[in-house]
T-cell receptor, first 117, second 110 residues
Framework: GAVVSQHPSRVICKSGTSVKIECRSLDFQATTMFWYRQFPKQSLMLMATSNEGSKATYEQGVEKDKFLINHASLTLSTLTVTSAHPEDSSFYIC?????????????FGSGTQLSVL | QKEVEQDPGPLSVPEGAIVSLNCTYSNSAFQYFMWYRQYSRKGPELLMYTYSSGNKEDGRFTAQVDKSSKYISLFIRDSQPSDSATYLCAPLGGFQKLVFGTGTRLLVSP
């Protein structure tokens, strides 16, 4: 069964609205979660690293005020795209890392296709 | 130069063929090398990973790493139409960060 649950799988919104994406670790506690973005025919690009109980670490070029990440518990991280615009349309994917393991044990969610009109 | 280079394909093969998928990378510090399979509009699924140089086999899949040439390969034996997907190589960088290639799209025809 799925180890990581990501919702919604698809969302269509109007420009200027905010969208929240949830990532849940179902089988284990995850101190670290990662958020990626993938444009068509391109590789997954890491946006930010989400650590439980502390501020997220954003990759260079990713606006932290636009992509709000909250990792409030050991099983849930959320990504909020604030004031979304058409250029934010992309496939967003989370991954989780179980406690006391290295990156070789990363599990991915099923992804969220965001379309901003 | 990208950290990880991968031919985007598509690579088209008939069912039963042996498939060779390849990546090159530039960072000699990479130690773990992952292969993920991604179906259209789905999250990546870990196929297998190797540590340092060498081979690792899992069923019809064999992963090979040559750190001296910074070359990574994934071989699929007896390919099936269900293997049609995009295959992503991803060395593991610092702080558990995966560095993904663009992926190679594989099409296996019946």
């Amino acid at each position: 069964g799925a180890v990581v649950s990501q919702h919604p799988s698809r969302v269509i919104c109007k420009s200027g609205t905010s969208v929240k994406i949830e990532c849940r670790s179902l089988d284990f506690q995850a101190t670290t979660m990662f958020w990626y973005r993938q444009f068509p025919k391109q590789s997954l690009m890491l946006m930010a690293t989400s650590n439980e109980g502390s501020k997220a670490t954003y990759e260079q070029g990713v606006e932290k005020d636009k992509f709000l990440i909250n990792h409030a518990s050991l099983t849930l991280s959320t990504l909020t795209v604030t004031s979304a615009h058409p250029e934010d349309s992309s496939f967003y994917i989370c991954s989780v890392s179980p406690r006391r393991t290295g990156g070789e044990k990363l599990f991915f969610g099923s992804g969220t296709q965001l379309s901003v009109l | 130069q990208k950290e990880v280079e991968q031919d985007p394909g598509p690579l088209s093969v008939p069912e039963g063929a042996i498939v060779s998928l390849n990546c090159t990378y530039s960072n000699s510090a990479f130690q773990y090398f992952m292969w993920y399979r991604q179906y259209s509009r789905k999250g990546p699924e870990l196929l297998m990973y190797t540590y340092s140089s060498g081979n690792k086999e899992d069923g019809r899949f064999t992963a090979q790493v040559d750190k001296s040439s910074k070359y990574i390969s994934l071989f699929i034996r007896d390919s099936q139409p269900s293997d049609s997907a995009t295959y992503l190589c991803a060395p593991l960088g610092g702080f558990q960060k995966l560095v993904f290639g663009t992926g190679t799209r594989l099409l296996v025809s019946p």
